[in-house]
C-alpha cells in the first residue's frame, strides 16, 4: 500500500448537543463527514490498564442534508485518551491512501491482525 499524504492532527473533540459520547466529525460548508469504520479500540499499557481508545473514519464528500456523498480516499485514525484533563481532545492521524479502493472500508493493517487472531484461533483448535 503506497501513502501518499499523511498529517498528524490535535484537534478539540465537539459533541453533539445533548450526547456526552457521540462527537460530531461533519465538516461545514457541506464538505463531507467522517464516516466510521471501526468500533473503538482499546490502547492499554503494559500492565493492562486501558490509557486510550482508538477508531478508523473514512472521508465522504457530499452535501449529508440531501444525502449525495461520494466515498473518497482519505482515512483517520482518532486516538483519544481517558485522561480526563485531556477528554476534550483527540489526536488524529489523516491519510490518503493512493491504491486504496473505493468500496474498501477496511485498512490491511487490520486485515492482517484478524488473520493472525485467526491463526492463534486455528493453533488453539489443533490442541
Not at 481508545?53 to 464528500?61: A, D, I, L, P, Q
Not at 490491511?108 to 490442541?127: G, K, L, T, V
Request: a negative charge; charged letters at 35%; proline letters at 1%.
Amino acid at each position: 500500500m503506497k501513502l501518499t499524504q499523511e498529517y498528524v492532527i490535535y484537534t478539540p473533540r465537539y459533541r453533539v448537543k445533548g450526547s456526552s459520547e457521540i462527537t460530531r466529525r461533519v465538516l461545514g460548508g457541506k464538505v463531507g463527514i467522517w464516516k466510521q469504520v471501526s468500533n473503538f479500540r482499546c490502547i492499554c499499557e503494559i500492565d493492562g490498564n486501558v490509557t486510550g481508545k482508538e477508531m478508523r473514519f473514512v472521508f465522504y464528500e457530499g452535501d449529508v442534508d440531501v444525502g449525495v456523498l461520494r466515498k473518497t480516499h482519505w482515512c483517520m485514525t482518532e486516538f483519544i485518551t481517558m485522561n480526563q484533563d485531556e477528554a476534550g481532545f483527540a489526536i488524529c492521524k489523516v491519510r490518503e491512501e493512493a491504491t486504496r479502493a473505493l468500496d474498501d472500508t477496511s485498512s490491511d493493517d487490520y486485515q492482517e491482525e484478524e488473520n493472525e487472531d485467526e491463526s492463534e484461533d486455528d493453533d488453539s483448535d489443533e490442541e
